[in-house]
């Protein structure tokens, strides 16, 4: 292998170690020793793919996050012209592709927020994507109500984000059809589909 290659495997060995990782024990019990020893790399190596912790917790969360977004858009796309039938579709891909694995619902849901600051940014600009993603899918149809349409889509992200969550945490975890069905209410109360 090239220099160059070997430093991708070693940094694709590192986001896998740290997707179980970050994901629990979780983040902030996780040490640099601990990912490099699941990578079977040594520490010099993992300074040379990331600056430390934080960049690899921010580059997984990225990582997730655009694999949630060309989800959800394709799921958007795809679903029939009807503006309950676009968010139903959307919100069922996302809920099924995060509960999917459930290291990526913990990283993108619980873990970047117990990283602190870490990843407040990171975070910011998740959500402002897929707020953009919701404005974008409710675009072409009138507003029921008189309500800010990018405050609405960040609200009912908001709300998306603490069912998962809920899911994640509680020994009694809702059904996935449960969370949609209650995700799909909020969205179309929220945005007047129904």
């Not at 601990?34 to 040594?42: F, M, Y």
């Not at 975070?123 to 800010?148: G, I, K, S």
Request: aromatic share 6%.
């Amino acid at each position: 292998m090239s220099a160059e290659q070997r430093l991708a495997d070693r940094r694709e060995r590192l986001m896998t170690a740290a997707y179980t990782l970050y994901a629990k024990p979780g983040f902030t019990a996780t040490t640099i020793e601990r990912l490099c020893s699941e990578a079977r790399i040594s520490n010099r190596a993992f300074y040379e793919c990331f600056g430390g912790r934080e960049e690899l917790l921010q580059a997984l969360h990225e990582r997730c996050v655009d694999e949630s977004l060309a989800v959800v858009a394709k799921a958007v796309e795809e679903a029939p012209a009807a503006l309950d039938e676009k968010v139903k579709a959307g919100i069922r891909a996302y809920i099924e592709f995060a509960t999917a694995d459930w290291r990526r619902a913990r990283i993108m849901h619980v873990e970047v927020r117990r990283s602190g600051d870490v990843l407040t940014l990171s975070r910011q600009r998740a959500v402002h994507a897929f707020a953009r993603l919701v404005e974008d899918a409710v675009a072409d149809f009138p507003p029921t109500v008189p309500l800010n349409r990018h405050l609405v889509a960040l609200g009912v992200i908001g709300a998306l984000q603490e069912l998962l969550i809920e899911w994640l945490l509680t020994e009694d975890q809702p059904d996935i059809d449960e969370l949609v069905d209650v995700a799909v209410h909020i969205f179309g109360r929220s945005l007047g589909t129904s």
